[in-house]
């Protein structure tokens, strides 16, 4: 116990003097002592029953800021802002005091932190309300985006002394929002790290399993880049270029995710690492610096064309620049060769903030315009929830390409961008009027998907108008807003006028138009909404003559029944409705304490009782996934907002659940029947069936087994295993 207080005050002066150091850039030694002194007068305000839980947060902090410092490259300003975040939301220091003490950028900063704290402290940043909100912050400082993005990193490293469903809750925010959103800001560590810890919390066995591959692979990785460099080494001495080559392998979700779609072997990945060649030049010089590296590298070994990339001649949005190309090394392996100068690979790394020198709160940079998208889509009144959702996932994931105006302007759009994209892109006016394109000197339809390259021309029309199809046949979220935008108008218009029209043929009629008759009819014809029910009379679809006919019938039939009933006494009426439905006790507690929910066990990867799972809101109900199903990233990373906490209730599982078991060993005389006779005489375990295939003195196959929880499973799995001439016993998703 003593030890791990001396080794945490250790490590807390390690910080403090690195935060110390830092902050001494910007400010005197004056201002540093009243940070201190706020800090410290801070804590001292609270009672010993608080004051350690205090301590904790802002030791959190510290750690915060040393990422913000360290692994995103923010400046003094927004470092001070985490600093200070406890002691101002908490109101022991104001808004305006840091204001005037420390500046504006801090205490704008400041402001935008209070606001995700008060709502981020309640619930999971995923769930949907507070991911708008979230997302909405961006609209005033993309600082506190990145504080947000190191606070969530702080926490999933410290998440190992979690619960599970903690854990869960933090791997699910950072695959659906902090790694997208650290990509997309270009912090590709940051990103990397985040996924790995995903991964590591959410399947920690295929975790285990890529991690000890690669460090049973690390010797000959290092042999191969060492005999793949020296050559090179030899021939880039002679040009006089300052330059450093380094090797880097793969992070272990991206090697997680080659195994998934590609279905391979671990062995058969030949591109576990990437060569860099980083350049020490001046800026004017970078870019014919990269290339004549380039021109070296492909003159040594055969290059494959179709791999080169080229980010040197157009960055992308988030800052990156780079060359890269893939070439064939020895042993016919292809290998990865990315060449940058050492502006770029700080920015590669640490994203934009690298080199970023803010001026206020407004700062031009290559995200401006993203930046604008987005706000124009979040912002949106016009928008509901769940599509804003939704198109913000289109921009955190796009892969960009660039087409050019007929004067030569470029333009970057999203991949698959149609020409329709094209044209909301340069101004709203000219999409909603845009009725085809030239790409290129050929004349296209707007649904047309453009390339990298294209040259873009739009042909409009004075009376085209958006049309409910343009939806499906654009990708670009401000496209899709301003198209949803215009059609709500002239639907709006369209109610209306039928409104109107309703009104007016019912006078002619000489009826009287009584409001909650016409809301039973509307619920009788099975309309949502009383806007959508007048669409239909607007667009034709329902006759107002039709309509009105069918309101009479049910004014009659209200009155028939009102004359029914009007002598029976209400002692001898009586209503039958449904007894209630029994639900048999529950094993499953979804999201906080809910039971008796109806629930579906995935068929991808058949949890059982005792599995670390969580529920997934689908269309066919909620179905309860293992946490580490196959298709779980891709679950948290486009669905985030529909994952369900769940566990389960009680101690051991009452139902029985089926499993497959995969099997592979020698084939020896007896081994599938002492196989059998041990699940034969497993207490509480049934065959449900067997499969097995021989092949060269090997056999493989799958054995069903039903039984109740997890326990039982590794008891059987253990047993099996020791089952003379058995290699391995795996447990099939």
Not at 89 to 97: E, H, I, M, R, V
Not at 201 to 212: K, L, Q, S, V
Not at 681 to 694: A, L, T
Request: proline letters at 2%; charged letters at 30%; a positive charge.
């Amino acid at each position: 116990m003593h030890d791990d207080i001396k080794i945490r005050k250790e490590e807390f002066l390690l910080h403090y003097k690195k935060i110390y150091s830092f902050l001494r850039e910007k400010w005197d030694i004056k201002t540093l002592f009243l940070i201190k002194n706020i800090l410290k007068q801070f804590l001292l305000s609270y009672d010993e029953s608080t004051l350690n839980e205090m301590e904790e947060e802002i030791w959190s902090d510290i750690k915060t800021a040393i990422i913000a410092v360290e692994e995103v490259s923010l400046k003094q300003s927004a470092v001070l802002a985490i600093l200070l975040l406890h002691p101002v939301s908490n109101g022991f220091y104001t808004l305006d005091k840091c204001n005037n003490t420390f500046g504006e950028e801090t205490a704008i900063i400041l402001r935008g932190l209070i606001k995700i704290r008060e709502f981020s402290d309640k619930k999971s940043a995923v769930e949907s309300e507070n991911y708008i909100k979230l997302l909405l912050s961006i609209a005033e400082d993309i600082r506190v985006v990145f504080i947000m993005i190191a606070q969530h990193l702080r926490l999933l490293r410290e998440a190992k002394s979690t619960t599970v469903n903690e854990r869960l809750n933090l791997s699910v925010e950072s695959t659906y929002l902090y790694a997208p959103l650290a990509h997309r800001l270009g912090l590709y560590a940051v990103k990397s790290e985040l996924e790995d810890l995903s991964l590591k919390y959410t399947d920690r066995e295929t975790y285990d399993f890529i991690a000890r591959k690669l460090n049973e692979t690390k010797r000959s990785r290092d042999r191969y880049i060492s005999e793949f460099i020296e050559p090179l080494k030899e021939r880039l001495k002679s040009t006089g270029l300052n330059y450093e080559i380094k090797g880097r392998t793969k992070s272990i979700f991206s090697i997680y995710n080659k195994l998934k779609k590609q279905k391979i072997e671990f062995e058969n990945i030949y591109d576990l690492f990437a060569i860099r060649v980083i350049l020490d030049a001046p800026e004017a010089d970078e870019k014919a610096q990269c290339w004549q590296v380039y021109s070296i590298i492909t003159d040594m070994y055969q290059p494959n064309p179709k791999r080169l990339k080229d980010w040197l001649s157009i960055p992308k949005s988030n800052g990156y620049e780079s060359l890269h190309i893939t070439v064939m090394g020895a042993g016919s392996r292809w290998v990865e060769v990315q060449i940058r100068t050492k502006r770029m690979d700080a920015i590669a790394e640490r994203g934009l903030a690298a080199h970023w020198k803010y001026k206020g709160v407004k700062e031009e940079s290559t995200l401006d315009g993203w930046l604008q998208s987005l706000r124009e889509s979040i912002d949106s009144k016009e928008t509901n929830l769940s599509q804003k959702l939704n198109d913000f996932k289109l921009d955190l994931y796009e892969e960009e390409i660039f087409v050019f105006t007929p004067k030569g302007d470029l333009f970057k759009l999203p991949k698959n961008a149609t020409v329709l994209d094209f044209a909301f892109s340069i101004h709203s006016k000219l999409g909603s009027t845009c009725i085809s394109g030239r790409v290129n000197g050929k004349n296209v339809p707007i649904k047309h998907r453009l390339k990298s390259g294209d040259q873009v021309e739009i042909n409009t029309s004075s009376h085209q108008t958006p049309k409910q199809d343009w939806l499906n046949s654009v990708v670009t979220s401000k496209a899709r807003t301003k198209i949803r935008q215009l059609l709500k108008e002239e639907a709006s218009k369209q109610v209306d006028i039928a409104k109107e029209t309703l009104s007016r043929r019912m006078k002619n009629r000489k009826i009287e138009l009584d409001d909650s008759l016409l809301m039973q009819l509307i619920k009788k014809l099975r309309y949502k909404t009383v806007t959508d029910f007048f669409a239909d009379i607007a667009n034709g679809k329902n006759d107002v003559n039709w309509v009105i006919d069918r309101y009479l019938e049910m004014g009659s039939k209200e009155q028939e029944l009102k004359e029914a009933y009007a002598s029976i006494s209400a002692e001898e009426f009586t209503l039958k409705t449904p007894e209630n439905e029994v639900v048999s006790s529950d094993e499953l507690i979804i999201d906080q304490n809910l039971t008796g929910v109806d629930y579906k066990l995935a068929k991808c990867c058949n949890p059982i009782y005792g599995d670390d799972i969580f529920g997934f809101v689908s269309t066919q109900g909620i179905k309860i996934h293992r946490a580490s199903c196959p298709n779980a990233h891709d679950l948290f990373s486009r669905f985030g907002y529909r994952i369900l906490r769940a566990r389960w209730s009680g101690t051991i599982g009452s139902s029985s659940y089926t499993i497959v078991l995969r099997v592979i060993g020698n084939d020896q005389i007896n081994i599938v029947a002492n196989l059998m006779s041990i699940i034969s005489k497993e207490e509480g375990v049934n065959m449900r069936s067997i499969s097995i295939d021989s092949n060269d003195g090997l056999f493989q196959g799958n054995i069903a087994v039903i039984l109740a929880n997890t326990s039982m499973l590794e008891q059987l799995i253990k047993k099996l295993k020791a089952v003379k001439g058995v290699k391995s016993i795996t447990r099939l998703s």
